[in-house]
């Protein structure tokens, strides 16, 4: 028997469970919260600390007392804002360091370069924050997206650049992900504040990305490119698990973008969007689903052989999430199948019922892989993300109900 996973009451309440394995023992009172945690929840490094982990935690805690109403959430979001600030932002020169050393409420920084991805996340940290009602949350996204607009914005493109110095000297490698989570970024900064340049920039990426650049290629979203956007076929060849930039094909980008099209034509409705949203979904469905073990592979190549079979956390919770909203926008049963599918496979194989959370990454046949639970970045932002996404997507009464793909889905474990 699995939980009622089409229900907004378990989603509310699994989004929550997953935030009480980063309780009180993940905040550091000299400023912010801990970023590296074992299977266990002890952490394993307590000075390293990275801008994506920094600006994710904001997140969860903002959506997390937007679930919960609990101002301890908001407190510890307003904490998490403020150590973003403190340790992260170079004052002088303008932008965020990508990694910094936490020792007696000083940060040391270590890794100065400036990355739109990292970028982008203090723009959703700062959006997030603002609607959830921390001081400062407003100001944070408002100068985030001024930094962006300035440095990476390449009008000719209609893209964002990807990485640059300290003294903001861009560099050759352009890539869709910083594009896509600055799109996330933007529609929860029209949500946060009304204003409509968030949202249009948000629909100029997305067509970028998803149509204008995939479409000369069968449609299949690229995830690295050269400063003049023509596609790297080698970039990362040899790295195909790279944490942020992977060779291949990346399934869960397909879906994620299938997600955020579906978001974003609830704001600026197009007739593109979910016709765009279902080819990307049913081809990381077909590319990338496990029949044999379930879940979704995390890599494929350009010749559709997979090159990575491992199975990542954040791939299923966006192909989950993308699964749902697509249920809920089309009404077609084929994406609650998924849905279900996707959740008791993760219900059996992911969620950590003894020790908390989600684990990070299992192999082909569903072992795990390592004890580090919560390295740099992960602090479960996709798993509680997609609970979120999915009851907020619920709220008008939609039912995500299959019994019969529930009852289904347990063939895959």
Known sequence: MHPPFGDRAFLREHALWVMRFYGEQAVDPSGGLYHYFLDDGRVYDREQRHLVSATRFVVTHALA??????????ERCGHALRFLEQAFEDRAAGGYHWTVRWRDGKAEP???TRHMYGLAFVMLAGARAAQAGVEGGR????????????????????LYADEATADW?????????????????????????????????????????????????????????RSDWSRDWDYNRHDRSNIFRPWGYQPGHFTEWAKLLCQLDEHLPQPWHLPRAEQLFDRAWAAAWDAQHG???????????????????????????AAGLLAVRTGQARFRHAYHCLW????????????????????????NLTREKSPAGKVDYHDIGACFD?????NGGASLADADASRAAGQHG
């Open 344 to 367: 008791a496979y993760c219900w059996q194989h992911f969620v950590d019922h003894q020790q908390g959370a989600w684990f990070r990454i299992l192999t082909a046949d569903n072992f």
């Open 390 to 394: 999915v009851w907020r997507a619920l």
């Open 139 to 158: 100001a944070v996204l408002q100068k985030a997206f001024a930094l962006a607009e300035r440095h990476f914005w390449e009008p000719q493109a209609g």
């Open 65 to 74: 007392f937007e679930l919960s109403g609990l101002p301890v959430y908001r």
């Open 169 to 225: 000297q861009l560099g050759p490698y352009r890539g869709q992900n910083a594009n896509m989570h600055a799109c996330e970024a933007l529609i929860a900064a029209f949500e946060a504040t009304g204003e409509r340049r968030y949202i249009e920039r948000a629909e100029t990426l997305a067509h970028g990305i998803t149509v204008r650049l995939a479409e000369p290629h069968g449609g299949d979203v690229w995830e690295h490119y």
């Open 295 to 321: 879940g979704m592979h995390y890599g494929f190549a350009p010749d559709g052989r997979i090159c990575d079979a491992a199975k990542y956390h954040w791939v299923q919770a966006e192909t989950m999430a």
């Open 110 to 112: 270590q890794d100065r």
